[in-house]
């Protein structure tokens, strides 16, 4: 079946460091999003990517839809301790077209 | 403005006993609803999804059920718990967007411990 691959699985950086995750697929994907999921909560929606080569900005995170429509990089900048979390891409696309997860990025930030 | 609303936050249910989860949504009309099991690994997975009242279409094989009996009510049943359906649950909203893929809005979940 269709997979998203997301890496890395887990990141333990500093505070004021700058953060780097992507999510590649098989197949081609028609919209990316974007979510953080706090502990005990759910997932809550950052960022949605709906055109090939888009670059969009919320606050400190940045994602852009990769141009081969394959991929998705999503960035976070100068972090702080509430950025800490685990970070899903999903995506839309292939033959089904339905939301595909992927299997999250861990994020811990030492202040 | 939307919102979702899950409840109970959490519970504690024995091994063969009913369960019953249920979820409301607030500030639009017709959306499509969706089941989601999170196991302690992180992985979310699709246990069922509904485009309208009465139509359930079910992901995976299981011991649980979904019912919507009102445009924005969504609930989630088991009449015999078993212990791997311990887990976080959660329930989630979208609306119909085209041939674009439609973001999901989740609620806080509920965690199900079965002992």
């Known amino acids: 079946g269709q997979q998203l691959n997301q890496s890395p699985q887990s990141m333990f950086i500093q505070e004021g460091e700058d953060v780097s995750m992507n999510c590649t697929s098989s197949?081609?994907?028609?919209?990316w999003l974007w979510y953080k999921q706090d502990p005990g909560e759910g997932p809550v929606l950052l960022i949605a990517?709906?055109?090939?080569?888009e670059l969009t900005s919320n606050g400190r995170l940045t994602a852009q839809f990769g141009i081969t429509r394959k991929d998705s990089f999503l960035n976070i900048s100068a972090s702080i301790p509430s950025d800490v979390g685990i970070y899903f891409c999903a995506g839309y696309g292939g033959a089904t077209n339905k939301l595909i997860f992927g299997t999250g990025t861990l994020l811990a930030v030492q202040p | 403005s939307q919102t979702i609303h899950q409840w109970p936050a959490t519970l504690v249910q024995p091994v063969g006993s009913p369960l019953s989860l249920e979820c409301t949504v607030e500030?639009?009309?017709?959306?499509?609803l969706y089941w989601y099991r999170q196991a302690a690994g992180r992985g979310l997975q699709l246990l069922f999804y509904s485009v309208g009242i009465g139509q359930i279409s079910s992901e995976v094989p299981q011991n649980l059920s979904a019912s919507r009996p009102q445009d924005r009510q969504f609930i989630l049943s088991s009449k015999k718990l078993l212990l791997s359906d311990s887990g976080f649950y959660l329930c989630?909203?979208?609306?119909?967007?085209?041939?674009?893929?439609?973001?999901?809005?989740f609620g806080n979940g509920t965690r199900l411990t079965v002992t």
């Open positions: 500030g639009t009309s017709n959306p499509n």
């Open positions: 197949s081609i994907f028609n919209t």
């Open positions: 989630a909203w979208s609306v119909f967007q085209g041939a674009l893929g439609s973001p999901l809005h």
């Open positions: 990517l709906y055109k090939a080569g």
